[in-house]
């Protein structure tokens, strides 16, 4: 191990922002929307939140836990409780690699996006369909796309090689702030909207008759995706918390800002959808072919647009960063790499899989497994196996292999016992957390 001093945040600020920058991501401002749209709405909320309260949180404790008391990446911190569980923590470092394969390429297209906002070649189409066919076409086009995505993972470098106090820490320190305002600008333009009470209805009025068993386990997913769980990525930010940083108060601080913001996303676009009068469960294609064609519609459709993609922009920046770190700790720590050299052959491992990625919308598409294009198989196999499989193993891990008393030293803090949080969520870690997660996989499976 080296013996330099290893960076830390600068504070509790510093680490909520940072943290909450890592979950805070496509998954909030894309993927939510369409996932509550296609479950009935405001009752998929409720079952959310207490997916949130069951899983979620119980599991991101157990990371900051482990994260903290090892102070090391996510390998050696698997590695030095127990070595047969090393396994969990590689596993964690693959699947961010894998996920970083796909989740580059859709950052590329919200750059590309943002792009043709502000020259004004998206406010140039007619027609709903005229955006659709401008869709497909760019993402099956060869160059474009690539080239933005290959832009966006440089950007992600520049700030991961700066280190982590100057670079992630920094960063985040902007860029988050600025998301937020973004955010609300927009969300208070979609409340303005005509459509805005019928949006908020669908989204706050619980309607129980949507909701099937299988929108549970979609919410449990979510809740895993959106809040950066299972993948080390946890795990590593918070090996850089100081001693005294409150991790329960900081698990709840980051939960609540990520449902915040998906929950404003949600308040832009439904009432968006609800005045062009949409179905809101339009899929993922809502944000690069609905969202701006119905921008057209309205006064400004440059500044609207062109705002929209920098708030996507912004979040996909964040959870890019907090996927890329973990690798690069790695072989920064493991390896013995400087950190230049680490995030170096990061980047270029990274290089190769996104530009086969990209390229396997369009020239590449012939290129099939289990009748996927590697794009969608990189999002069917992170999101819907290897996400389950290590959560389940992290909470098995914190439940049953983690000594007891590290879990208490790391959530009393020094401060206070707490033991009724630590009971609880023991407990949950060790019985709750292990079935729903199984019952995800299987589900994933069509075996439920
Ligand atoms: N949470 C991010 C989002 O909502 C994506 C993400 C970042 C992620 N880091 C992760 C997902 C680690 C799973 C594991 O878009």
């Not at 946890?234 to 940083?245: A, E, L």
């Not at 294609?285 to 609207?304: D, E, G, H, K, R």
């Not at 690798?327 to 493991?334: K, S, W």
């Amino acid at each position: 191990m080296t013996s330099e001093k290893r960076s830390t945040f600068g504070g509790k600020l510093a680490a909520v922002l940072v943290t909450a920058g890592g979950s805070v991501g496509l998954g909030n401002i894309w993927r939510f929307p369409y996932v509550t749209g296609e479950n009935g709405g405001g009752a998929f909320l409720l079952v959310y939140c207490a997916c949130l309260l069951l899983l979620g949180i119980p599991v991101m404790l157990a990371e900051f836990s482990i994260g903290r008391n090892a102070r090391s990446n996510a390998v050696e911190a698997y590695r030095r409780v127990s070595g047969r569980w090393s396994w969990v923590g590689y596993l964690a470092l693959a699947a961010s690699f894998l996920i970083l394969g796909f989740y580059f390429v859709v950052s590329g297209w919200t750059t590309a996006y943002f792009v043709r906002s502000v020259t004004g070649e998206l406010a140039a189409l007619d027609s709903a369909e005229a955006y659709r066919t401008a869709f497909e076409s760019f993402k099956a086009s060869p160059w474009q796309p690539l080239l933005c995505a290959l832009f966006f993972l440089w950007i992600t470098h520049a700030i991961i090689v700066k280190g982590v106090e100057k670079g992630i820490e920094r960063s985040a320190k902007v860029m988050m702030p600025l998301l937020f305002a973004v955010l609300i600008a927009l969300t208070v333009r979609g409340l303005l909207m005509p459509g805005a009470a019928e949006g908020l209805k669908f989204l706050f009025m619980p309607d129980f008759s949507n909701l099937t068993p299988r929108s549970f386990l979609v919410a449990m997913g979510q809740a895993f995706f959106s809040l950066s769980l299972g993948f080390g990525a946890m795990i590593t930010y918070s090996s850089y918390f100081k001693p005294d940083t409150d991790l329960v108060g900081t698990a709840v601080e980051v939960s609540v800002i990520d449902t915040l913001v998906a929950v404003l996303a949600s308040m832009l676009i439904f009432p968006t959808v609800f005045t062009a009068g949409i179905a809101p469960e339009s899929g993922p294609s809502l944000v690069f072919i609905t969202l701006p064609a119905i921008f057209n519609t309205m006064p400004w459709p440059m500044v609207w647009s062109a705002c929209f993609f920098l708030l996507l922009g912004l979040a996909a920046l964040t959870s890019t960063i907090s996927l890329h770190e973990p690798i690069t700790l790695y072989l920064h720590e493991q390896k013995r790499m400087s950190r230049l050299t680490a995030a170096r052959v990061t980047t270029a491992g990274l290089a190769v899989l996104v530009t086969l990625t990209s390229l396997s919308l369009g020239v590449l598409n012939g290129w099939k497994m289990a009748g996927m294009n590697l794009f969608d198989l990189l999002d069917f196999s992170t999101t819907n196996i290897l996400l389950p499989v290590s959560a389940l193993a992290t909470s098995i891990f914190a439940g049953w292999v983690l000594d007891r008393k590290v879990l208490q030293r790391q959530l009393a803090n020094g401060c206070s016992q707490r033991t009724g949080i630590l009971n609880v969520t023991v407990f949950l870690l060790r019985w709750i957390c292990p079935v729903l997660l199984l019952c995800i996989f299987f589900d994933n499976f069509g075996l439920l």
